[in-house]
């Protein structure tokens, strides 16, 4: 296969040294490489990579300024339609999305778009970008953003841009939601990445007010009625974990994925005894399920010190729902994979604590509702894993607090509040929802691409072009 035809390949540590800290494993494309792989881009006239990016980014135009060595257009290229490049460019997962339809992807491997877009804005960030801030009129219409990661803060960047006075609530210590209590550190950055893209909003004028629990703070409608505000948008994620229900998850060493990522990345608990969380990871670590947050889990306990960890999914390998590369990453890190297994119980000892995991062998039957195979229970293949800790990451769910307190906010049987696919309109006017809050989890780019439609149906109910609601 020629050069043409294969990506360049991404700079990273080396897999010794990585396992052994917190450090950003992809290191980033230099300009000479990031050159030579926008040398790659045919520049087809029908773009169809765009069709692939919720965002709407005009890629070919982006990677045009990239080859030329146009930083500086390149990212305000890119920011015409994305507040969160430098989170995009390491989280998407271009390979289902815009790199999925690029040409050269039908005879070798798509041009490196979410590398690209990575290595301009991270270029912006260090060239120290300018942002002018939008003044506001007095006259002003007020918009509560309730929640900050990436769907609200796509809502408050477009709508900041448009003239409008945002406030972002959210309920934790620190703004950005899944992208600062979800994915480790050595995926994304919080101080250098994250906030840095969120302090880019500010300095547009967006206020961000934390430790804010809608719900309890206020509720919806106070901010309606009695803050003054014109239009809510809705974009508190899907950080209730589900768990399996199986004997002993009660234990001590169980841990929802959800609580274990946040104490790592939210609350510094890899820094302990600097950072005031600890956390307790013992040397044999099972992580029940095949999903990103799964691999995160497992990379992530790796790092602290276990010195075996297991993934458990109970589908096989080609049914794994997590990036190639995250499984990639996992398996050069010695990360085991129990694949076609299912958990039925978490054992303990007298005292409580975890010393195994029960689990059978499945084996794939008929196609489900997904369109993936359907895994049955293998008969007597009952057994045990040796293991001190257990991490479930099957899911999460939306928590309940918002959708409850608020009047006349319909919502499905899973707690997900109901809204319009193609505006975030729900059935209480002036009151968008978007993102994983309505989706359920997904993933950072299509909470993205909700927020941007919201913000454009937000603004056309403020301009009362038209009325948007269920």
């Known amino acids: 296969m020629s050069l043409l035809l294969t990506k360049h390949p991404m700079p990273e540590q080396e897999v010794t040294a990585r396992v052994e800290n917190f450090d950003e494993v992809t290191l980033g494309y230099t300009l000479e490489l990031a050159k030579a792989e926008a040398e790659r881009c045919l520049q087809c006239k029908t773009a169809p990579c765009r069709k692939g990016c919720p965002v709407e980014v005009d890629i070919p135009a982006f ?111 620190l703004p950005g939601g899944v992208l600062m209590y979800g994915i480790p550190e050595f995926r994304l950055p919080k101080d250098e990445v994250v906030q840095a893209e969120i302090n880019n909003l500010r300095k547009l004028g967006v206020e961000i007010i934390v430790n804010a629990v809608i719900g309890s703070t206020f509720t919806v409608d106070e901010l309606m009625e009695k803050e003054g505000f014109d239009a809510v948008f809705i974009g508190t994620g ?16 169980v841990y929802s994925a959800n609580e274990f990522l946040t104490r790592c990345n939210l609350m510094k608990a890899y820094r302990f005894p600097q950072s005031a969380t600890p956390i307790h990871v013992g040397k044999r670590v099972a992580v029940v399920g095949g999903g990103n947050v799964a691999m995160d889990g497992a990379r ?36 085991e994979f129990q694949l076609l297994t299912a958990p039925t119980a978490v054992l303990g000892n007298v005292d409580g604590w975890v010393i195994g995991l029960q689990c ?40 309940p607090l918002v959708q409850s307190t608020t009047k006349g906010l319909k919502t499905n049987k899973k707690g997900n509040i109901i809204a319009d696919i193609d505006n975030g309109a729900t059935s209480k006017p002036g009151v968008f929802a978007g993102g994983d809050i309505v989706t359920g989890a997904a993933t950072v780019i299509l909470a993205m691409g909700a927020g941007k439609k919201a913000a454009a149906a937000i603004d056309t109910y403020l301009q009362g072009k038209k009325e948007c609601s269920l």
């Not at 950080?239 to 234990?251: A, D, K, S, V």
């Not at 369109?371 to 049955?376: E, F, Q, S």
């Not at 991490?391 to 928590?399: E, F, L, T, Y």
């Open 63 to 173: 990677i045009k300024k990239v080859k030329a060595g146009d930083l500086d257009s390149a990212i305000a290229k890119i920011k015409e339609v994305n507040s969160l490049p430098a989170v995009c460019g390491r989280v998407c997962p271009q390979e289902e999305q815009c790199e999925k339809y690029c040409v050269l992807a039908k005879k070798g491997e798509a041009v490196g778009i979410g590398r690209l877009e990575r290595y301009a804005a991270d270029t912006a960030r260090n060239k120290g970008e300018a942002i002018t801030a939008i003044e506001c009129s007095a006259a002003a219409q007020k918009v509560a953003i309730i929640g900050s990661g990436p769907a609200g803060l796509t809502v408050a960047g477009d709508l900041a841009k448009k003239g409008y006075k945002v406030t972002v609530f959210e309920a934790l210590h």
């Open 360 to 399: 059978v062998r499945m084996e794939l039957g008929e196609p489900d509702a997904s369109g993936r195979r359907r895994p049955v229970e293998a008969p007597n293949s009952e057994f045990v894993l040796d293991v001190d800790t257990v991490i479930i990451a099957i899911g999460q769910g939306p928590n």
């Open 238 to 253: 899907a950080g209730l974990p589900h768990f399996m229900e199986i004997p002993g998850e009660n234990l001590n060493g």
């Open 300 to 335: 992530t306990a790796l790092r602290l010190g276990a010195e075996q960890v297991s993934i458990v999914y109970r589908r096989s390998e080609k049914e794994l729902p997590a990036r190639l590369e995250e499984v990639h990453h996992a398996k050069e890190e010695g990360i």
